[in-house]
């Protein structure tokens, strides 16, 4: 090799080096914000979870299966078979909140109805704002009418604010409010009640008249229960119930639920 292929040789070395250190960096660079991104989701799911824990025992509120191990879930509102047709703004998880005050009261409805061979099934407990939130702005797109046959047909979708059914704020977001029914555990199946859970219309109302004796008589089975141990009912919702001294009557919180 001659002096001039050898200079040949060294420039084209250098060269190739220097594109290949180029093209390290550019894969750490390119390496590098993946793996950011990656923890800075790990640390916002941690914090978020972290924060909804703290959040809810910070004030006292219990997972309700926690305290009541015999109660059957439905969290209607993590699912898309209720009202609006898709799953509600925090609900993150299908479980229940609930304040120890309220969760204990159930415990003590739970015990009582299984003496007469009945379960407790939950569709829905404390309730986020953001949730209620999402209730509104849903109610105000008059066109959506994607689950109206299934839970409201005869009233117009404008009347469900107009006429209370949808609210800005709700009492379930307080912590000590609950929607439930009966479970027949002779039967394996949820008691008759006459109209199902969240049918928005008067057919719901506790003492609706239009409903057989059988239907009323399984309303009062539940209602009574709830009454015996510190929840009151209200006028429009046999499944609905509020526990009277509830802890925070005027507390809306907003942590979600997951
Ligand atoms: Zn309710």
């Not at 660079?29 to 979870?49: F, L």
């Amino acid at each position: 090799m001659n002096k001039k292929s050898l200079l040949y040789a060294i420039v084209a070395l250098a060269m190739s080096m220097l594109v290949l250190s180029c093209q390290n960096k550019e894969n750490a660079s390119v390496a590098e914000p993946q793996t950011e991104v990656k923890e800075e989701v790990t640390t916002v799911e941690t914090t978020t979870a972290d924060t909804t824990v703290s959040e809810a025992s910070k004030n006292g509120f219990v997972v309700v299966t926690d305290v009541v191990p015999d109660a059957i879930l439905e969290i209607r509102y993590f699912s898309t078979f209720n009202f609006m047709g898709v799953r509600v703004d925090g609900y993150n998880a299908p479980i229940a909140y609930l304040t120890k005050e309220a969760a204990d009261s159930l415990k003590a409805v739970s015990d009582d109805v299984k003496a007469m061979g009945y379960r407790l099934k939950i569709f829905d407990a404390y309730r986020p704002q953001c949730a209620v939130d999402h209730f509104v702005r849903w109610s105000q797109e008059a066109s959506d009418t994607l689950m109206k046959r299934y839970f409201y047909p005869d009233i117009d979708k404008p009347r469900l604010f107009e006429e209370g059914y949808i609210a800005k704020k709700s009492r379930h977001t307080c912590g000590s409010t609950i929607d439930l029914t009966l479970f027949d555990m002779n039967t394996e199946k949820e008691v008759d009640m006459g109209s199902p859970f969240d049918w928005l219309g008067e057919e719901s109302h506790p003492d609706y008249a239009g409903v057989t004796p059988e239907q009323h008589k399984n309303r009062m089975i539940l209602r009574d229960a709830m009454v015996r141990h510190g929840f009151r009912g209200i006028s429009t919702e046999w499944w609905h119930f509020v526990l009277k001294n509830e802890p925070y009557p005027d507390t809306y919180f907003t942590f979600p639920i997951e």
